[in-house]
């Protein structure tokens, strides 16, 4: 009998989370790389910019897999960080690192919608 199929009932999650983790981290690999050969090309700096924002949110995806895993090991998985709430399947499948239920996740969701930092960056100017 494996220990950790006892200690969360979900064995698939951690097979999935892992699976993400590897992918992403696979992501910022390849656009670090990309960054600094972007970057020492002095022509184009806003090509070198691009790759770092994308670099930088690559970054952030893994962080929240990481912490994803961290809730899996820990027993909190699929439960609300807000209102202890259980998080459905279906929710979790979509995106295994949420934190919030649909309930909390809505009532925080406004000001990260608001966000489009790519489009914002890929119009700055060249130029100061
Ligand atoms: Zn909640």
């Known amino acids: 009998m494996r220990r950790e199929e006892l200690r969360n009932r979900s064995p ?3 097979t999935l989370l892992e699976a993400r983790w590897r992918a992403r981290l ?17 022509e184009d ?12 949110v690559a970054r952030q995806g893994l962080a929240e897999t990481e912490e994803a895993l ?4 820990a027993g ?11 998080i459905p399947a279906t929710s979790l499948l979509a995106a295994p690192e949420s934190r919030y239920c ?5 009532a925080s ?5 608001g966000e489009t930092p790519e489009l914002t960056l890929g119009m700055t100017p060249s130029h100061p």
């Open 12 to 14: 698939h999650w951690r």
């Open 26 to 42: 696979e992501e910022v690999t390849e656009l670090s790389l990309a960054y600094h050969i972007a970057a020492e090309g002095s």
């Open 45 to 56: 700096k806003d090509e070198a910019r691009r790759v770092l924002h994308r670099a930088v």
């Open 70 to 73: 961290r809730r899996l090991a």
């Open 76 to 86: 909190d998985f699929g439960r609300c960080e807000r209102c202890g709430a259980g």
């Open 102 to 106: 649909p309930r909390c996740a809505a």
């Open 109 to 113: 969701a406004p000001s990260r919608l």
